[in-house]
């Protein structure tokens, strides 16, 4: 099976700049900065990258849509984003803490890539460990003079879950409430501090190393067909083994439960939700759908930052929906009124199914508000809300009949 | 103005210029859109998400608050889908208000109650308990805070960051548990805080000085200027007169900011609060006061005056407008050819200034006096002469001579005067002193012009009927000029 970010994962010390210069580390951004700009971001369109963050945007065209210095003089800053938060998700912190190196290589080019000078890598506030690995790879990389030409900074988030989504990121980063933007103008035109900046994470940057050395048709051959090379997933719930495991882009569900080792205790599968909470679930019939961006939006569903979770079928899907709306509107960072208000409604909701006190019109308006919060919102949480509840009453409507039959 | 395009609004084609926002397109072409956050005078977030248009080629309903026009865009703001999107965002407002309308001051002009009327009319569904929240804090001296109401448009929030500089107010907390509040340590305090009440399109934040005072209904409205400095702002009278038990007997309810170039939307809290003496402490009789007093007639009073005015040395203010200052003129300068007037304005009438709005002069027509050639005397020099004994006339109009010499020290140069005259709409600290006191109306109850320090006119307009036998300063003038003649 093809790796790319993890296939040095069982290095003791891959964390150390030696190991990973050894093992052909900073290559990659050398072969960069031999390149002119546009040969980079040409070569990273050619791998078909798509943001691995959860948005499945081409990197190379994010890159593109940079304004060039002529046309907008002044500073432009890369972010890296391991603010990840997304419950089900814990592939960067893995990847950060295995090969920190690869992060900022990878950042380094995405500086060269848009000529900025100026690099953060914005962590999620939880992850200590991550940050104190970062901050002596940061040194190390500083030392070896890999930070001449662009600087890099670390930071830390509060806890906010939304500060994930790139334009509340850079909100919080300019110390503001971590309430998203509202696109357009994008962040790669008005940024960071009003200046352009590209917001790409984790797992994205890792890649770019990688390309780099080997081209882009290399990456783009080994992936689906619109999504080029592998994808990371983090693996939890109900799985003999989970944790975080590499395959190539369009790999089948099927495969992927079988790495794992299957569901756990050999019970029947009740969904699995390929992309962390907020993405709506995949049932036993959707087994051989392709694991890429396009694959699992043709199934109804999101590959979002691969946060896989296996849910067997002792689980109802009332709890589960009211647990991730729960988690919803705790989040909600409360700016648009109907994620404000709707999330908590629906978890209120939901909550008084769970406790027997159910009624039959409580299923036709959950469905309601959740149709009136969807598509009426600023940002992807907000979507969410109004789809997570709708999309469990579509695939398990009996959990849901019996408990509203209760009241 | 920018470059006109045609686009189409419900079908219609409309011409507008490239780049207007469309929520206030289409309110040029007479089509109101549904809003909360958007304020043209605070920028549009988009949190309301209630101005929703229908864009064709759009995959959802767009806000028309962060929609530019362009050439060819099509809006609709009448379809199904919209109204249904406003419907339910609306819903979703509501439903963590408290709905305590009839014991909220906001109710009769509510944005909650005007577009659940308009746009919603949906049958509640809301079983849950709603969200608990603050209900009274005192934000500031003039404004009180309840959070339940709040719909958390954040326009009170963008004033303070935005207008005024101030940050008192600050958004806290997140989700459905997220309230506007004072940031901890300050109140809201500043100079320009009852705007926040103007803006606020709910019963969130309400006005102290009104509350509970009067049902909104029950007002009438006439279009105004702040006499409270010489910066002219527009403003509209509320009036309250068809209940008079209501507003602790007060005719003037509230004071609120009215558009105009001058003002933009606001005004200060200066202006605002200013007319709480209104109504107290006025003149109504037209009265001789010595040697024995004595009500008289208007043409009684002019007949018996008029002859008397000889030799006259007269202070007024700039609180009279341009019509008083003309007859003032015609009377004082042309007729009586008085040298000696005093009319600038003293420590009595300055006060502070800023950048934003308020002026140092706390009256609002110095400049209709000074476009008229007439030019103020020293009020050091008038002292002195009242000292001296050389006084033997003094015309006051609509001045508190106790707030420029202090009150002992005014009440014994004017004891001397051996004809004293008072006119103007308040009795003040000195008004037992006069031997004529003439009442005139208060700038409520006339119609007039002001020039501001610019020299713009604002004309201002009649909110109530005069006290008494109350008369214009100008009508008084004209009267003692014709029986002079």
Known sequence: MTKILTKHFDEPKLHELETYRRLGGYQGLEKALSMSRKDVTEEVKKSNLRGLGGAGFPTGGKWETVPPEEKSPGPRYVVVNCDESEPGCFKDRVLVARAPHQVIEGALIVAHAIDAHDAFIFVRGEYQNQYDILEDAIRE????????????????????????????????????????????PFPTVVGLMGRPTAVNNVETVSMLPHIMVNGGDWFAKIGAPKSGGTVVFSISGHVEKPGVYEFPMGVKLREVLAAAGGVKGGRKLKCVIPGGASMPPLVEKDLDVALDFDGVRAAGTFLGAGGMIVLDETADAVAVAHNIERFLAHESCGQCTPCREGSAWTERILGRLLDGKGTPDDLPNIQRVGENITGKVICALGDTVGVITRAYLAKFPEDFKKRAANG | MGKLVKYRLNGREVEAEEGRLVIDAAKDAGVEIAHYCYHPALGNPGNCRLCVVEVAGAPKPMPSCRLPVKEGLDVRTDTDAVKRAQAGVLELHLVNHPLDCPVCDQSGECGLQDYYMKVGRYPSRAREDKEHKGKRIEAGPHVMLDQERCILCTRCTRFVDQVTKTHELGIFSRGHQERVEVAPGMTLDNAYSGNVVDICPVGALTDRDF???????????????????SRGCGISVHTSTKRPWHNEGRRVARLKPRWSEVNGHWMCDD??????????????????????????????????????????????????????????????????????????????????????????????????????????????????????????CLYVIERDLAKVWGEARARALLTQVPLLVFQGPNKGALGDLAHYRLPATAYVEEEGCFTNFEGNRRPYRKALEPIGCARPDWEIFKLLQEARS
Not at chain 1, 153 to 174: P, V
Not at chain 2, 360 to 372: I, S, T
Request: net charge neutral; glycine share 10%; hydrophobic share 40%.
């Open chain 2, 271 to 392: 202006g605002r609060y200013g007319f709480a003496n209104l109504d107290t402490d006025r003149l109504g009789k037209v009265l001789r006061l010595r040697p024995e007093r004595v009500e008289l007639s208007w043409v009684d009073m002019a007949e018996e005056l008029a002859g008397r005015l000889d030799g006259v040395k007269v202070v007024a203010s700039g609180m009279l407008s341009n019509e008083d200052w003309a007859a003032f003129k015609a009377l004082f300068v042309d007729t009586l050819t008085v040298q000696d007037l005093y009319f600038s304005a003293e420590p009595d009438q300055i006060g502070a200034e800023d950048d934003l709005l308020r002026k140092k002069e706390k009256v609002p027509n110095l400049k209709g006096a000074e476009a008229l050639g007439l030019k103020s005397g020293s009020f050091d020099r008038l002292a002195e002469d009242l000292e001296a004994g050389k006084v033997r």
């Open chain 1, 141 to 184: 990389a500083e030392s070896a003079g890999y930070l001449k030409r662009c600087g890099m900074k670390l930071m830390r988030g509060a806890g906010a879950y939304i500060s994930g989504l790139d334009t509340a990121l850079l909100e919080t980063m300019e110390g503001k409430k971590a309430w998203p933007r509202q696109p357009p």
């Open chain 2, 211 to 229: 509350r509970y005072k009067v049902r909104v209904w029950y007002l009438d409205h006439a279009d105004s200027i702040c006499p409270g400095c």
